[in-house]
């Protein structure tokens, strides 16, 4: 399926784009003085449960929401293409680079904390595209230069994905511009290449962010799998019978850069779960074999579920996806981790997850702790190795919830669903540790008040909270909130403030063009 292009003229235009195009529009012309050829837009996104479990490869439950990123842009016709980009946010300076003659990739300096980052980041991935789709136009020749003008509403650094929205708008009008209105990109092609596109700034994410935000569907979630293929189902909440399924989103309004802070959080859990995969997989005597570019290229928990159900059970295809079958390996790779880790939960030095390997100190400080930058005492195998292969099994359990199971009565489903995320939030409290004081005070103050399951959205560390909540206990969650959360913590805290705080946002689409 390709991204969706609609016309300004259609009659039905999508809320986000008849809402907020219209002023982009505008706001290019005032920057530029001409109209711009087109908007891509992305928007962010809410992960109902399945938290770090991306890198592994395990599915997850995210939606698209309706706050996003829109870049109008317009082609130059110039013998020395640049590009420039604006931003409404008057936080972000505006910028201009040139584009290099021999068609090599603008360089990344990850070491700075800049917007333009993002920018280059999604132009790296789609310059890459196009010189596979079209290597005779691309390969020496630089792409087209650029005006942009950037319009988000998606909070930095909250666990809503803005990185996501923003490099998946521009691989979009990257990709367009140079392609020709034509050529349709397909959302597995944007998908695929923008997951990666973080890594260039020293990022060592998974792909849950970019398939929710260009595959995402009006009033749908999406399941997500990344193995054996990256697929996005969308599928609808349960019809309940007396009241409507609600999520409301409540940002802590702690930001957590995973530029700045990474090398003690983001990035050092994926070393961790990647060496504890390894070392599983030491033990029982399996063999890693690792396609895909969501971890350290070493194989992962998921790999290590497979290796050892082919060495062990006899099955040598690897896990399809299949429930039923992955509920029972799940459970089973439970128990190979607490006989595997169970011992010490104080965590590993260096020195010990080495010899456990069965390599030197160096060579595993070669292999897992140089690509990006890790910062730690200990590694916590145990904990985050249950967290992941638990989580996984949460999703699971809450994909059947979903999808296949009738209600009695509304309240089932909510307990259900909900006790699957309040799970998920002890989880990614105790074993993750990816939570913080603010995010538990929020669930606490939203659980008290009426919300059915509630939980850290994203990496956690601070942003995001999302909360299941009866329609009509909305309101109810939200003045608690605003009555014990936000007006104790930010005495100074202005109305405007408060409202994009909370967000209560219906799915929304995903990536798309909106022509002039
Ligand atoms: P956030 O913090 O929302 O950007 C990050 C990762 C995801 C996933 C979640 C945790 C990036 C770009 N995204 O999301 O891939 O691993 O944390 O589930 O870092
Ligand atoms: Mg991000």
Redesign the pocket.
Known sequence: MSIPVFASTAKDLPKPLADKCPTVVAEFEKAYGSKPDFVARSPGRVNLIGEHIDYADFSVLPLAIDVDMLCAVKALDEKNPSITLTNADPRFAQRKFDLPLDGSYVTIDPSISDWSNYFKCGLHVAVEFLKKIAPAKFEKAPVKGLQVFCQGNVPTGSGL????AFICAVALAVIRVNMGDDYQVSKKDLTRITVVAEHLVGVNNGGM?QAASVCGEEDHALYVEFKPELKATPFKFPALKNTEIQFVIANTLVVSN?QETGPENYNLRVVEVVAAANILAKKYGVVLKHIGPSNLNKGNLRDFMNAYYAKYMNVPEPWDGDVTTGIERLNKMLELVEETFGAKQGGYTVDEAAADLGVSSDEFTKEYLTSFPVRFQVLKLYQRAKHVYSESLRVLDALKVMTGTSFEKDEDFFKTFGGLMNQSQASCDKLYNCSCPEIDRICEIALANGSAGSRLTGAGWGGCTVHLVPAEKVESVKKALIDQYYKVKFPEITEQQLEDAIIVSKPALGSCVYTL
């Open positions: 994905s803005s990185s996501a962010d995973k």
